[in-house]
């Protein structure tokens, strides 16, 4: 199928395409063209050459050629043909915006918000009445259903914020154990859609992430596929019992721990996290997940009004970026919850800090996977509740305490 217009695939053909006929571009430049890595370049065109990658058939717009120690790219002449039917089609509809306006009232106590005030308001009011406050202008985040659809049949509905979708999509994917790897997915296309018609808003806002998935992949998900509906704020979503529990996380392969995580090297990184954040700048409603390098250092920043969303978000682009896997830690501007500690653990997350308290299951878990748990991570003091030598049976951290031990 043809990408869509505003894909990474489109982007990269639209590059090529300007390279004369005849010659080849290396995959390097390509990344600096697109401000893109070199192995995520190089999954985009293995998908756009002649290649079968498991199901998926190529549909060979794009040749490539090893050249000394460098990977050149060059369009076919289907390619270029692809090229031309993209710009034959029409443009896509925008996608909802992420941060939406909203006419607010700013109050203070003792000031009067003119709410039920009407011809006869004035009477009995003193020269001591408080004024009223107008109202302005504010940002509020935007809050939508994005259904994401594999291969045709739609199995999840989140309520997420419009950014970052195909990040979003790819990270639900490999962090709810859909995909084994990211070369499991052959393609990602988001489609803006109406929702189902409400009474004030007959033409709200939907979304739709279309995933084309190995047919082993598929074949799984439906055999336990269910109705997934998520909110913002939830943790197990949508199964219809408690057998469809999933406690048991993946222990961490050996040597994947973070031997020696200090406080301060987590701290360093919350201390960058703020500022990473541009749309809850706007909002202050939004949640954010960050990778940290080992030494702190803040790599990327993903947001979403959900806090599994911005952690999937994080993932996605991880894995597009070829980092998922590479030495780091998780750190995350929320509590820490069951399905947070279950996801890092799937995708092999050795450390996870956040900002607030975790759950007792939290604790639980990452112990039993041999991940390393900061929560309550503010100014210059955090806690430590579970180490990666907790790994066992029964998780569960430092043991019973009456109360958190600052480290």
């Given at each position: 199928?043809?990408?869509?217009?505003?894909?990474?695939?489109?982007?990269?053909?639209?590059?090529?395409?300007?390279?004369?006929?005849?010659?080849?571009?290396?995959?390097?430049?390509?990344?600096?063209?697109?401000?893109?890595?070199?192995?995520?370049?190089?999954?985009?065109?293995?998908?756009?050459?002649?290649?079968?990658?498991?199901?998926?058939?190529?549909?060979?717009?794009?040749?490539?050629?090893?050249?000394?120690?460098?990977?050149?790219?060059?369009?076919?002449?289907?390619?270029?043909?692809?090229?031309?039917?993209?710009?034959?089609?029409?443009?896509?509809?925008?996608?909802?915006?992420?941060?939406?306006?909203?006419?607010?009232?700013?109050?203070?106590?003792?000031?009067?918000?003119?709410?039920?005030?009407?011809?006869?308001?004035?009477?009995?009011?003193?020269?001591?009445?408080?004024?009223?406050?107008?109202?302005?202008?504010?940002?509020?985040?935007?809050?939508?259903?994005?259904?994401?659809?594999?291969?045709?049949?739609?199995?999840?509905?989140?309520?997420?914020?419009?950014?970052?979708?195909?990040?979003?999509?790819?990270?639900?994917?490999?962090?709810?154990?859909?995909?084994?790897?990211?070369?499991?997915?052959?393609?990602?296309?988001?489609?803006?859609?109406?929702?189902?018609?409400?009474?004030?808003?007959?033409?709200?806002?939907?979304?739709?992430?279309?995933?084309?998935?190995?047919?082993?992949?598929?074949?799984?998900?439906?055999?336990?596929?269910?109705?997934?509906?998520?909110?913002?704020?939830?943790?197990?979503?949508?199964?219809?019992?408690?057998?469809?529990?999933?406690?048991?996380?993946?222990?961490?392969?050996?040597?994947?721990?973070?031997?020696?995580?200090?406080?301060?090297?987590?701290?360093?990184?919350?201390?960058?996290?703020?500022?990473?954040?541009?749309?809850?700048?706007?909002?202050?409603?939004?949640?954010?997940?960050?990778?940290?390098?080992?030494?702190?250092?803040?790599?990327?920043?993903?947001?979403?009004?959900?806090?599994?969303?911005?952690?999937?978000?994080?993932?996605?682009?991880?894995?597009?970026?070829?980092?998922?896997?590479?030495?780091?830690?998780?750190?995350?501007?929320?509590?820490?919850?069951?399905?947070?500690?279950?996801?890092?653990?799937?995708?092999?997350?050795?450390?996870?800090?956040?900002?607030?308290?975790?759950?007792?299951?939290?604790?639980?878990?990452?112990?039993?996977?041999?991940?390393?748990?900061?929560?309550?991570?503010?100014?210059?003091?955090?806690?430590?509740?579970?180490?990666?030598e907790d790994r066992g049976p029964s998780g569960g951290g430092f043991g019973p305490m009456?109360?958190?031990?600052?480290?």
């Amino acid at each position: 199928m043809t990408p869509a217009a505003d894909s990474p695939a489109a982007a990269l053909l639209h590059l090529l395409a300007a390279v004369p006929a005849g010659q080849a571009v290396s995959v390097p430049r390509l990344g600096k063209q697109l401000q893109q890595g070199a192995s995520a370049v190089m999954r985009e065109l293995s998908m756009l050459g002649s290649a079968r990658i498991g199901d998926h058939q190529g549909p060979g717009w794009v040749a490539m050629a090893h050249d000394g120690d460098r990977w050149m790219a060059q369009l076919t002449e289907a390619g270029r043909d692809a090229v031309q039917a993209l710009a034959a089609e029409p443009p896509a509809a925008p996608l909802p915006p992420p941060v939406v306006a909203c006419r607010v009232q700013r109050l203070r106590r003792g000031a009067g918000s003119g709410a039920g005030a009407g011809a006869g308001a004035g009477a009995g009011a003193g020269a001591d009445a408080a004024p009223v406050v107008p109202p302005e202008d504010d940002r509020i985040a935007a809050e939508v259903p994005v259904a994401l659809v594999f291969n045709g049949i739609s199995h999840a509905v989140m309520m997420a914020t419009p950014a970052d979708l195909e990040a979003f999509a790819l990270g639900f994917a490999l962090s709810e154990g859909i995909l084994d790897a990211p070369a499991d997915c052959f393609g990602i296309e988001v489609q803006p859609v109406t929702a189902p018609p409400a009474a004030d808003d007959p033409e709200a806002p939907a979304i739709e992430v279309h995933l084309e998935i190995a047919s082993r992949c598929f074949a799984r998900l439906k055999e336990r596929r269910r109705a997934l509906v998520g909110r913002t704020g939830c943790g197990v979503c949508g199964i219809d019992s408690l057998d469809a529990l999933d406690l048991v996380p993946e222990a961490l392969a050996a040597g994947a721990a973070l031997a020696g995580l200090e406080a301060a090297t987590v701290l360093a990184a919350f201390d960058a996290l703020s500022a990473r954040q541009p749309l809850n700048a706007q909002v202050g409603s939004l949640h954010a997940a960050g990778w940290a390098l080992p030494d702190g250092t803040l790599a990327a920043v993903l947001e979403d009004v959900g806090r599994h969303n911005a952690l999937d978000k994080l993932f996605g682009q991880l894995a597009a970026d070829g980092l998922l896997g590479t030495p780091g830690f998780v750190v995350m501007s929320s509590r820490a919850s069951y399905e947070l500690a279950r996801k890092c653990a799937r995708l092999g997350v050795p450390a996870l800090a956040t900002i607030s308290a975790p759950t007792a299951l939290a604790v639980r878990i990452a112990g039993q996977a041999g991940m390393q748990l900061w929560g309550l991570c503010r100014g210059d003091r955090a806690v430590r509740y579970a180490a990666a030598e907790d790994r066992g049976p029964s998780g569960g951290g430092f043991g019973p305490m009456t109360g958190p031990t600052p480290t």
